[in-house]
């Protein structure tokens, strides 16, 4: 296998081609329809299936089918949303697991709000293509789980043990902890309130927008060192959620100075540690952050952060590799793995980046994967 080396080509045309052709054909979605968490290049197999990566994958086939026309991808969507809503989904217990196995035990079994959040978004834009009900019921039970289980009065608890749903232990990492990403994943009560009808889902998500808003800035540079990198990837959620609310004032200078951080931080930490997804996540939001009229693009560094992106794509060997994007790079070796969140979002960035390079108009911000 090979990889594309820094300057890259972000206008290939065969980019979009080669990373449908590799979530179609990798094995990376298996045959249950749930999708691996990523796949190991050094020991050729697939991590266990995490429920939040068949969400994006969901959303990044229908993105994808959207400009390709490729019906593959809609009915592999399919195949991985009915996993979600027959297989995966815990009607007793009204609950999303964290990842899920036939038969194998799993080392933490527990729900994300986080992974919640991209789940019920993935079927709902599903729900909008098809018109399959189940997809619409289990994303408002999901949603449902996200508001009762999860909120509390201080903030939103990041894991839940099942089947207690009590609180896991909240430790150093990001991910275990509350923050301003998980805003995120609040945008499904954004999209239940237009599915349903129901205008109360919009209080939920504007308490937790405003508890963001006054959290985000110390987000970033909150662990030392490298882990600067993976924090920003997480900023970048908080980032992406902004961009639902950018005619409010304060959200947009927070949008604003969030790009200019997050572009600073990538600049000094990517020559020690670089994640393929964060260039493209701050390039998704660059992009939409200039749709909407509240951010002139700098179009040399929205070039520079396509080119970094576009680095990252798999080319050669094997269909488990071909087309993917590598996890990113320590010290300018890559991560033994491919990984199915640095693909669904460099792809994405990448047809972004081609709509603008084309004078297209962008497609709405609500189509984030």
Known sequence: M??????????APAILEQGAKWLLHSGIQEPSGGVARYH???????????????????????????RLGDPRLLDAACRAARFLADSAWDADLAAMPFEWSAGEPLPEHASYFFDNGIIVRALLRLWRTTGETSFLICATACGDSMLHDFVNPADIHPILGLP?????????RWSRQPGCYQLK??????GLADATG???????????????????AAFPEAEPGPRVMDRLHAYCYFLEACLSRTADPAVAAALCDGIARAASLLRRVRPEFERADVPAQILRVRLWADAAGILALDESAAAEEASWAASHQMSGGAANIDGGFCFGRRSGSPAPFVNPVSTVFCLQALALWRDHIAGRALPSWHTLV
């Open 2 to 11: 090979t990889r594309s080396e820094t300057p890259a080509n972000p206008l």
């Open 185 to 190: 994943s609040a945008l499904a009560w954004h």
């Open 198 to 216: 129901d205008s109360s889902w919009l209080a939920h998500f504007d308490a937790a927008l405003q508890r963001a808003i006054s959290t985000h």
């Open 40 to 66: 190991f290049t050094d020991r050729h197999q697939n991590a266990r299936i995490s429920t939040e990566i068949t969400g994006y994958f969901i959303s990044s086939t229908l993105d994808l089918h959207s």
């Open 164 to 172: 207690s749903k009590q609180p896991a232990p909240r430790e150093d």
